[in-house]
């Protein structure tokens, strides 16, 4: 019966990749940019609706912040993307699919595509006109803070896994971009700036949106299995209870397949390039080791990986080799020692991850 079982199983998951190679090879793909949608103030959460159109795999948001430079601005190191604190999207019964920071989805990106995201070397023409990235620091009215960012609602690579299947009736998808509520700050070091004045005029986030448009719609020939699949990055910030020495333990999401992981180590008002940990590692159920990095080991990775150093404080772990299953043991940990803890250091982890839906599709608009 336990055979018959999983060749079945096994005979659903080679329909699944079937069905998506064939969607993918005969739909139209739409790459469509829509209305933006504008605040005036920081602080605010932007709603962005997703089209009710084909199977949805992505989008491609421009985030501009229009300001006034009163006084001199000086930049952290986390740049332009922390203008945005957290993007979220939603599924048609209101699911949170991922939640995240603009500046970790942007690392994840870069990570993903071998490369840091809207940056060349200098012996390339660069950007000057600031259309792609830009972060004004000298005393202006009227410019512009400037920066693209990739919201993945699928797995990926020739994978259709997460893909929305927003042609239905049942529901609306959506993204939410929350704003921060300074841009400059002394004390938080994942602002875009930590010196100078500002006055923001306005905010725009204009959507371009990503999706395969099958020839035919029908049950039959759309892969269920994978659009039943939820692919989600979430974040965590660990409790403020950090000791210099001590392992600091977080959980990996429960009942999830675990691609990757990005951990922020915010040391209070400071970040720093490993200089302030003593090792990282992921282990099972509280005990036994399964990969373990020196700051040195993981930074060297990270740097062969992306072809270049990411922000300091930030760290990367890639799995889409060989994938976490949760379910395996007991629990998965990340394990981080640090070796020097100042006033209000935390930990965020942010986890790109897939996992059953466990709630039917809806109901196809056709």
Not at 138 to 146: E, H, K, S
Not at 283 to 297: F, Q, R, V
Request: hydrophobic letters at 40%.
């Amino acid at each position: 019966m336990a055979a018959q079982q999983q060749m079945t199983q096994a005979q659903l998951i080679q329909q699944d990749a079937m069905l998506s190679a064939m969607l993918i090879q005969n739909s139209t793909e739409y790459y469509v940019r829509m209305s933006p949608v504008t605040a005036t103030a920081l602080g605010q959460a932007l709603n962005i609706p997703l089209p009710n159109s084909g199977i949805m795999l992505s989008c491609d948001l421009h985030v501009q912040i229009n300001m006034n430079i009163t006084a001199a601005a000086t930049a952290n190191p986390i740049g332009a993307y922390g203008a945005v604190t957290n993007v979220s999207t939603y599924d048609w019964y209101g699911n949170v699919r991922s939640s995240v920071s603009a500046s970790r989805l942007n690392s994840l990106n870069a990570y993903r595509q071998g490369r840091p995201y809207n940056k060349v070397p200098s012996s390339e023409n660069g950007d000057t006109a600031g259309l792609l990235y830009n972060l004004p620091t000298a005393i202006a009215n009227g410019v512009n803070l400037d920066f693209e960012l990739h919201v993945p609602f699928a797995q990926g690579g020739g994978s259709l896994a997460g893909a929305l299947l927003t042609q239905t009736s049942n529901g609306t998808c959506s993204i939410n971009v929350q704003t921060i509520a300074a841009l400059v700050s002394g004390t938080n070091p994942h602002a875009p700036y930590s010196a100078g004045t500002i006055v923001v005029n306005s905010i725009t986030v204009t959507p371009t949106f990503r999706y395969l448009m099958p020839v035919t719609f029908a049950p039959t020939t759309l892969p269920l299995l994978s659009l039943s699949t939820a692919y989600s990055v979430q974040e965590i910030r660990s409790p403020e209870n950090l000791t210099v020495g001590a392992q600091n333990l977080t959980n990996f999401p429960a009942a999830r397949t675990v691609w990757s992981q990005i951990l922020d180590y915010v040391n209070g008002t400071a970040t720093n390039f490993g200089s302030d940990i003593t090792s990282l590692a992921t282990i099972i159920n509280g005990a036994t080791p399964l990969k373990y990095w020196s700051p040195h080991d993981k930074l060297i990775e990270q740097r062969n990986l992306l072809g270049a150093d990411d922000i300091p404080g930030r760290y990367y772990f890639p799995f889409r080799s060989r994938p976490i299953n949760t379910n395996t043991f007991g629990s998965y940990q990340l394990q981080v020692v640090p070796s020097t803890v100042n006033a209000s250091a935390h930990l965020v982890v942010a986890s790109e991850m897939s996992y059953p839906m466990g709630v039917p599709l809806p109901g196809l608009s056709v």
